[in-house]
C-alpha cells in the first residue's frame, strides 16, 4: 500500500464520518413523528416508504466516503 493509497483512505472515511454526524445531529432533539415523516419521504424519493427511507440514509455517508474517496485518488494520479 502506498502513501497514496492511505491519504485516499482517510479523506474517505473523514468524509463519510462527517456526513453520518451530520445526519446523527440533525435527528438529535426531533420528535418521532417528524423521524417518521422525514425517514417516508426520503424512501419516497426511490419509490418506497420509511423502511426505504432508512436504506437511503444508512447509504448516504457510505456513498459520500467513496466519492471522495474516488475524487482524491483521481486528483493524486
Same mark, same amino acid.
Given at each position: 500500500?502506498?502513501?497514496?493509497? @492511505? #491519504? $485516499?483512505? *482517510?479523506? #474517505?472515511? =473523514?468524509? /463519510?464520518? =462527517? *456526513?453520518? *454526524?451530520? !445526519?446523527?445531529?440533525? +435527528?438529535? /432533539? $426531533?420528535?418521532?413523528? =417528524?423521524?417518521?415523516?422525514? %425517514? ?7 419509490? /418506497?416508504?420509511? $423502511?426505504?427511507? !432508512?436504506?437511503? =440514509?444508512?447509504?448516504?455517508? %457510505?456513498?459520500? /466516503?467513496? +466519492? ?7 486528483? @493524486?494520479?
Amino acid at each position: 500500500m502506498n502513501d497514496n493509497d @492511505k #491519504g $485516499a483512505r *482517510t479523506v #474517505g472515511a =473523514a468524509a /463519510g464520518a =462527517a *456526513t453520518a *454526524t451530520g !445526519i446523527a445531529l440533525a +435527528a438529535e /432533539g $426531533a420528535s418521532a413523528a =417528524a423521524m417518521t415523516s422525514a %425517514l417516508a419521504t426520503t424512501g419516497s424519493l426511490v419509490g /418506497g416508504g420509511m $423502511a426505504a427511507g !432508512i436504506g437511503v =440514509a444508512v447509504a448516504a455517508p %457510505l456513498a459520500v /466516503g467513496a +466519492a471522495a474517496y474516488g475524487l482524491y485518488k483521481w486528483l @493524486k494520479d
